[in-house]
């Protein structure tokens, strides 16, 4: 008798390797299907957070011209005035 036989006969099931295979093979392609839609799935929520962040990041930059433009405003300020109490000291010392 073959051992597939002897085994069913005797009310245990015996292993089959090529079923076994297919199991692991089956259940390696979920994985993979199942890791493949995770992945779409980040890049769709890292792409909806990039264009999200696009005007904030806008806001930002337009931010950094201005308060360089400020920064340069005040240097000139404080040269004029430094300049005008210059001038005073020259007054006030004649």
């Known amino acids: 008798m073959d ?8 009310g245990t099931p015996e292993q089959d390797p090529l079923a076994i295979l297919e199991d692991r ?10 890791l ?3 992945r779409d ?3 769709a929520e890292r792409d909806g957070a990039v ?9 930002a930059q337009r931010l950094r011209l201005e ?4 920064r340069g405003e005040r240097t000139q300020v404080r040269k004029r005035i430094e300049k005008l109490l ?7 010392g004649s």
Not at 67 to 70: I, K, R, S
Not at 86 to 92: F, K, N, R, T, V
Request: proline share 2%.
């Open 36 to 38: 493949r839609a995770e």
């Open 51 to 59: 264009k999200a962040a696009a005007p904030a990041l806008a806001e």
């Open 86 to 92: 210059g001038q005073m000291d020259l007054l006030s």
């Open 41 to 43: 799935a980040a890049l």
């Open 25 to 34: 093979i089956r259940r390696a392609a979920e994985l993979v299907a199942e």
């Open 67 to 70: 308060l360089e433009g400020l």
């Open 3 to 10: 051992s597939a036989v002897q085994a069913a006969e005797a």
